[in-house]
Nanobody, 119 residues
């Protein structure tokens, strides 16, 4: 059974940084892991993804150059380093597993962690 538990959200001013962490268990080696976000009244948006075997990464255009996804297989943790944050990045962020990495589409996800960026 896949278990995904996010942490690291919070409030930050525009231009600041946050790092999200996700304790990920039970996923199949080689499957897609990633993050998506959803703001109130807006559609879900895939943010970043990687394949858990070779680490190939994929990003939404809106975060390229600012966000970095990475994993630490030794402690089953997925990360999302978010730099140069903008108010538009404000959303609930979800760690996710399964799905198709290049399309930033996922099958399962955790409870989410809130990120709020003030101007």
């Amino acid at each position: 059974q896949v278990q995904l538990v996010e942490s690291g959200g919070g409030s930050v001013q525009a231009g600041g940084s946050l790092r999200l962490s996700c304790a990920a268990y039970g996923y199949t080696y080689g499957s897609c892991l990633g993050w998506f976000r959803q703001a109130p009244g807006k559609a879900r948006e895939g943010v970043a993804a990687l394949y858990s075997d070779d680490g190939r990464t994929y990003y939404a255009d809106s975060v390229k150059g600012r966000f970095t996804i990475s994993q630490n297989n030794a402690n089953n943790t997925l990360y999302l380093q978010m730099n140069s944050l903008k108010p538009d990045d404000t959303a609930m962020y979800y760690c996710a597993a399964g799905g198709i990495c290049p399309y930033l589409r996922f099958i399962r996800w955790g409870q989410g962690t809130q990120v709020t960026v003030s101007s």
